[in-house]
């Protein structure tokens, strides 16, 4: 069974903070690694994608991935009110490997 | 905007009776895909067509029927539906269905109220 685990939050952080949402997850195999945001009542929308071991960096945004320990985490810099959402960690794994999502962890950014 | 596009946005239904969703990509797409999403769970694959090849969740019970007309349409018929089915039902297409690296792009939804 792959599993796709993040905090089960909520997480509030006040404006202008840094917010750190992570997952871990259990398929070694894994290969491909999304963020996608989720507003209330809208569908999920993708912000971010990471592939290799290291950080990568857009805007506000930046994902982190260590294969070696399993996670995957996304830093928000400078935490808006606009950013209050619900965050889903999506993995896939093989080439036909289906993507696979994480409870999701709900943000509440405080002004 | 989304280039994926659903309707209707809304829709509520008997148990007895027939209706369908649409979905429409405007991405060049080769793959789309049916999502479940009950609140505050995250989306349950149901169907997927790739290069008009259906694979199905064989956990999604025969009341929920999907046609792919061509690779730019995708329908989701339901018959004989039951409450618990009241749901979020998410369309999303990607570049190929296959390998990695498929980033998943989805339509706005369509809130589905089965009484």
């Known amino acids: 069974q792959k599993e796709v685990e993040q905090n089960s939050g909520p997480l509030s952080v006040p404006e202008g903070a840094i917010a750190s949402l992570n997952c871990t997850y259990s398929?070694?195999?894994?290969?491909?690694f999304f963020w996608y945001r989720q507003y209330s009542g809208k569908s999920p929308e993708l912000i971010m994608f990471i592939y290799s071991n290291g950080d990568k960096e857009d805007g506000r945004f930046t994902a982190q991935l260590n294969k070696a320990s399993q996670y995957v985490s996304l830093l928000i810099r400078d935490s808006q009110p606009s950013d209050s959402a619900t965050y889903l960690c999506?993995?896939?794994?093989?080439?036909?490997?289906?993507?696979?999502f994480g409870k999701g962890i709900t943000l509440s950014v405080r002004p | 905007d989304t280039e994926v596009t659903q309707t209707p946005k809304h829709l509520v239904m008997g148990m007895t009776n027939k209706k369908s969703l649409k979905c429409e990509q405007h991405m060049g797409h080769r793959a789309m895909y049916w999502y479940k999403q009950k609140a505050k769970k995250p989306p349950e694959l149901m169907f997927v067509?790739?290069?008009?090849?259906?694979?199905i969740n064989e956990s999604v019970p025969s009341r929920f029927s999907p046609e792919c007309p061509n690779s730019s349409l995708l329908n989701l018929h339901l018959h004989a539906l039951q409450p618990e089915d009241s749901a979020l039902y998410l369309c999303a297409s990607s570049q190929r269905g296959k390998g990695t690296n498929e980033k998943l792009f989805f339509g706005s939804g369509t809130q589905l109220s089965v009484l």
């Open positions: 999506a993995v896939t794994a093989g080439a036909n490997s289906k993507l696979t």
């Open positions: 398929d070694r195999g894994s290969q491909s």
């Open positions: 067509y790739s290069y008009e090849k259906l694979s």
